[in-house]
C-alpha cells in the first residue's frame, strides 16, 4: 500500500519499483518483493534528495547531454549506442535510474544475503562472491563503465575490454533482444565467447542488438 500523503510522482515511481520486483517474486513471495521494492524506492529517493531536491524528477537531462557534452556522446555513439539510446535512458528522472541502479543490483545483494544466513566467513563470502561474481558475467549483462576496465584487477584476470561492462543506455534494446530470443538461443551463443558482455558487444557491431 502507498504511503499516506505520496504524492502522485513518487507514487508512480514506486509503482514502476514493484513492476521491477515481479521477477523476484516467485523465489521470495510477492508480500516480499513488494517490501523489497518499498526498501528500494525509500533508499533511492533518501540518496538522491539532499543532492537534487526536486530536481530528481527532471525529464530533460539527455537533452542537456546531447547539447552539451560532445565527448560525453561520441564515445557513446562510438561503442553503438544511438543518439535517441542516449536521450531516452537520460531523460529518464533521476530517480528512475537510481531504481535501475538498485534493481541491477539486487542479485548481488540476494547472493549476499543468502551467503550470511547460512553463517559463512567473510573471507567464504569473498572467495565465493568472486567464483559467482565469474560466473555471472557468463551467464548476464554487466552494467558499468567501460571506460573504467582495469586489466590489472584480479577479477579481470583472462578477460579483455571486450568483457567490459555495458553502458547501461544499452539496457533497452539488450531486454528487447532477450525477449526475443530463447535462453537456450542464448546459450547456445555464448559458447562461442568469453562473457556475455562480449557476446553482446559483437551482437552490437553486427546489427542484431
Do not use: C
Request: hydrophobic content about 40%.
Amino acid at each position: 500500500m502507498f504511503g499516506f500523503g505520496m504524492s502522485a510522482r513518487d507514487k508512480w515511481h514506486l509503482e514502476q519499483a514493484e513492476v521491477m520486483m515481479q521477477p523476484y517474486a516467485i523465489t521470495v513471495g510477492q508480500k516480499e518483493a513488494k517490501k523489497l521494492a518499498r526498501q528500494m524506492f525509500d533508499s533511492a529517493k533518501a540518496e538522491l534528495l539532499p543532492k537534487y531536491g526536486a530536481a530528481m524528477y527532471a525529464e530533460d537531462i539527455g537533452d542537456k547531454l546531447i547539447a552539451t557534452k560532445k565527448d560525453f556522446i561520441e564515445k557513446r555513439l562510438a561503442s553503438g549506442l544511438s543518439i535517441e539510446d542516449i536521450r531516452n535512458y537520460w531523460n529518464q528522472t533521476f530517480l528512475m535510474r537510481e531504481l535501475w541502479f538498485n534493481f541491477l543490483e539486487m542479485p548481488i545483494f540476494m547472493e549476499l544475503t543468502k551467503l550470511k544466513e547460512m553463517g559463512k566467513s567473510q573471507n567464504e563470502i569473498d572467495d565465493l562472491m568472486a567464483k559467482w561474481s565469474h560466473d555471472w558475467r557468463k551467464t548476464d549483462p554487466r552494467w558499468g563503465e567501460p571506460d573504467q576496465w582495469n586489466p590489472n584487477l584480479p577479477a579481470n584476470n583472462g578477460y579483455s575490454s571486450d568483457d567490459a561492462d555495458m553502458y547501461i543506455e544499452f539496457f533497452t534494446r539488450v531486454a528487447r533482444w532477450q525477449t526475443k530470443t530463447t535462453k537456450i538461443e542464448q546459450q547456445n551463443l555464448l559458447k562461442n565467447y568469453s562473457s556475455y558482455n562480449a557476446m553482446l558487444r559483437d551482437l552490437i557491431s553486427k546489427g542484431i542488438v
